[in-house]
């Protein structure tokens, strides 16, 4: 609590907020951050997949094209230090309703689809994503379906 308060005070002390725009508790950055983990799962994040998730992110919370840029790359720092998917997930099951939360997993899946194919460790990302949420197995494979457009994949459960 004493270090959040210290944060806030020295934000607005230095008089420079660009890089703070987006706090460990937004939950526009923990989405972005999900998105991102998803992304770069594999090891490697692709041109497309980099695309995709500046569209998402823009659509999603009304930003511009700067705004998307600051969230991105806040993501992405959020994503290194990060030690579990928990901190994300909680953050945005606190903000979101249950059908947001339906519509975050469609997204992962959407940044997982982005070169063509999901490979497994994206698979498990956006399963372990999903169960933390309380998003069912049933919706999280119907978004898979939907996305992949391949009704009834092999090792959807």
Do not use: C
Not at 33 to 41: F, G, K, P, R, T
Not at 54 to 77: H, M, N, S, W
Not at 90 to 96: D, E, H, I, T
């Amino acid at each position: 609590m004493f270090e959040a308060l210290k944060a806030i005070i020295a934000d607005l002390t230095s008089g420079d907020n660009s890089s703070r725009t987006f706090s460990e508790n937004d939950h526009r950055l923990a989405a972005a951050a999900l998105l991102v983990h998803v992304a770069d799962i594999d090891g490697a994040t692709g041109p497309a997949e980099s695309e995709r998730i500046r569209t998402l992110v823009a659509e999603k919370f009304g930003l511009d094209p700067a705004e998307t840029g600051r969230l991105v790359a806040a993501a992405i720092q959020s994503d290194r230090e990060a030690v579990d998917l928990y901190g994300f997930t909680s953050v945005l099951k606190r903000a979101m309703q249950p059908a947001e939360r339906i519509d975050f997993v469609e997204m992962m899946w959407r940044i997982a689809y982005a070169d063509g194919e999901a490979d497994e460790l994206e698979d498990n990302v956006v399963w372990r994503v999903a169960e933390l949420l309380g998003v069912s197995s049933q919706d999280r494979i119907a978004m898979r379906q939907r996305i992949s457009g391949k009704p009834g994949l092999p090792g959807s459960d």
